[in-house]
């Protein structure tokens, strides 16, 4: 679902990631790990052409659509329908003066898919929300409410990856909890691909099949996460491991 060869993001020549090889396989989860600054986001951001001003080279390939040479229409129809990207405070993307319910049914439509209230009432149910929440416009929901209706959009949408940046960073640590069971039941039941950026090492043992540990821009290790944080063999993972609570 997600190949990627000598990615390299520049921003004014500073080189800010540098990753030769990331590979998502359906039903798989990934998560790239590393302190803030060290290229993260910008990796997520760059495998659906998002990362604005920067100079990207390598090889992109999302949901088999070649994302550095796509026409802007395949873009578009990979970004809001297969692949869907989770950001840290969804509600931000959200529109503040649209009820839920009426932001879910445009993006539906938008696409061609089952737009009834039964769809959407399903759509939210299946990720543990009530359909009452559909009524509600963005400030009046939690930041865990907000990144779980983001997910039932992404289902209903048809996506076949998810990209999550921090996906339980707003949430408390029941929710994020609830969050994560919910991620690894869907890329069970339905063999979704994840790809997750987070800080947090714990989160990524419990749902990682694959890690990629970054620092200023470079993967400094990569493999099984079982093994990565197990037997880590840089320093720099080592120090991650011991900053743990
Ligand atoms: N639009 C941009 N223009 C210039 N530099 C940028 C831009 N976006 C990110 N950078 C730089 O790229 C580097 C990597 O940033 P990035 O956000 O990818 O890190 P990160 O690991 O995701 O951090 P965090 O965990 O804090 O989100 C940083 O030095 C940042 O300043």
Not at 9 to 28: M, N, Q, S
Not at 119 to 124: D, E, L, N, S, T
Not at 155 to 161: D, H, I, P, S, Y
């Amino acid at each position: 679902m997600i190949e990627v060869r000598e990615l390299r993001v520049r921003y004014g020549g500073r080189l800010v990631a540098d990753v030769p090889e990331l590979d998502v396989g359906p039903g798989e989860c990934v998560a790239i790990v590393g302190e803030s600054g060290s290229g993260k986001s910008t990796t997520l951001l760059s495998l659906l052409g998002l990362t604005e001003n920067a100079e990207v080279s390598g090889e992109i390939r999302v949901c088999g659509v070649d994302v550095r040479t796509a026409s802007p229409r395949a873009l578009r129809g990979l970004r809001g329908a297969r692949a869907a990207l989770v950001m840290q405070s969804p509600q931000a993307a959200l529109s503040p003066a649209t009820r839920l319910g009426v932001l879910m049914r445009r993006a539906l439509k938008l696409h061609g898919r089952d737009a009834g209230e039964q769809a959407m009432a399903r759509a939210v149910a299946a990720v543990m929300l009530d359909p009452e929440i559909l009524r509600r416009y963005p400030h009046e929901v939690s930041g865990g409410q907000a990144q779980r209706f983001a997910i039932a959009l992404a289902l209903a949408l048809g996506a076949e990856v998810i990209l999550a940046d921090e996906p339980t960073s707003a949430l408390d640590v029941t929710v994020q909890a609830e969050v994560v069971a919910l991620l690894c039941r869907l890329r069970a039941e339905r063999g979704l691909a994840l790809l997750l950026v987070s800080h947090d090492l714990a989160l990524v043992s419990t749902i990682a099949d694959r890690v990629l540990v970054m620092k200023d821009g470079a993967v400094v290790e990569s493999g099984p996460a079982a093994t990565v944080l197990a037997e880590p063999a840089h320093p720099y993972t080592r120090e991650l491991l011991e900053a743990l609570p």
